[in-house]
């Protein structure tokens, strides 16, 4: 399954692909979950229309997850997964309404948050385990007095990024060569980061982290206790320790947000981190079985057009 893949395929072909994507194994009836007493309805109006025998009701592959009550085509759904699995540093809402050929910028708008819901961090099945790279950042770029600098800022300019500026901390904890979680923290103060950390990773794991004061004493609750390096002395690795993949992740997400969305408001910077961390954490995979799997994960979440409105007008 690639793009040029999909691009090709008849909207009926599409319903399909999504059908066994959704139902391997045959419909499943969206409202009470009976797969043993569903027929078909034939439908110009409404291809693909099934009817639950137990139930009584009807329902689509669309019905009861993220492209529920949309007009989008399946095939540019079909094909707006793909891109968003695949795309390494994101796409902005602007440029798929380009690419797929959308009516308009709000329904491109919606159609990526609806993708993002379903790439959401779902509860851990298991807690981070071995060693955990902990490290956070600030998202924001620099503050407007400086945006027009061109070069390094000086020592005293230093002083007004990074903390103790009004940018947002965002909080991620690796599994080294395996699973991520990114959100939002309100600040970075010891309190804060260590009850993460307490929250997601497993008492046997190591915990790696640069100098910060505020993760001082957390080895003591960790088996594998806490390994730091020395960023301020131009240390960056010594024996096991490092943060060098936190960073890496750290380096996406903000290439993203500086190069696809320019900006992007504290109040969604939570769905963000949720398709960056979606990417990540299933690196390893193909781009078509990332895209099976945010499918997948769409199934049982709706998202309104409303709900990201008013996150944002809140």
């Not at 499918?295 to 409303?306: A, E, P």
Request: proline share 3%.
């Amino acid at each position: 399954m690639n793009l040029a893949t999909l691009s090709a395929l008849t909207e009926t072909e599409a319903r399909e692909m999504l059908e066994r994507i959704r139902w391997p194994n045959g419909p499943v009836c969206a409202h009470c979950g009976c797969f043993e007493n569903i027929r078909t309805i034939k439908s110009e109006a409404r291809p693909g229309l099934y009817r639950c025998g137990d139930c009584k009701m009807q329902f689509t592959v669309r019905v009861n997850t993220v492209l529920h009550d949309s007009h989008i085509p399946y095939r540019l759904w079909l094909m707006a997964f793909s891109i968003m699995a695949s795309a390494k540093k994101g796409i902005s809402a602007l440029q798929l309404q380009r690419q797929l050929g959308i009516g308009s910028y709000k329904c491109a708008w919606h159609l990526a948050h609806r993708i993002r819901h379903a790439m959401k961090q779902e509860p851990l099945r298991g807690l981070l385990t071995g060693e955990v790279e902990v490290d956070e950042t600030y998202v924001g770029g620099k503050p407007r007095k400086f945006a027009g600098k061109v070069g390094k800022l000086t020592k005293e300019e230093k002083k007004h990024v990074g903390r103790g500026t009004k940018k947002v901390p965002v909080l991620a904890l690796v599994e080294r060569d395996g699973r991520i979680r990114a959100h939002v923290v309100p600040n970075v103060t010891a309190k804060t980061l260590k009850t993460s950390i307490r929250e997601l990773v497993d008492p046997s794991a190591a915990i790696m982290t640069d100098e910060f004061n505020a993760y001082k004493g957390i080895g003591n609750e960790f088996e594998g206790g806490h390994h730091t390096v020395n960023h301020s002395r131009g240390e960056y690795k010594r024996g096991k320790a490092s943060t060098n993949q936190v960073e890496a992740f750290f380096a996406l997400l903000k290439r993203g947000i500086n190069g696809s969305f320019h900006s992007v408001s504290r109040k969604h910077l939570n769905k963000y981190c949720d398709e960056f961390a979606f990417r990540w954490s299933l690196r390893k995979d193909s781009d078509a079985d990332r895209t099976v799997r945010a499918i997948v994960r769409g199934d049982g979440k709706r998202l309104t057009y409303k709900s990201p409105i008013a996150a944002a007008q809140a």
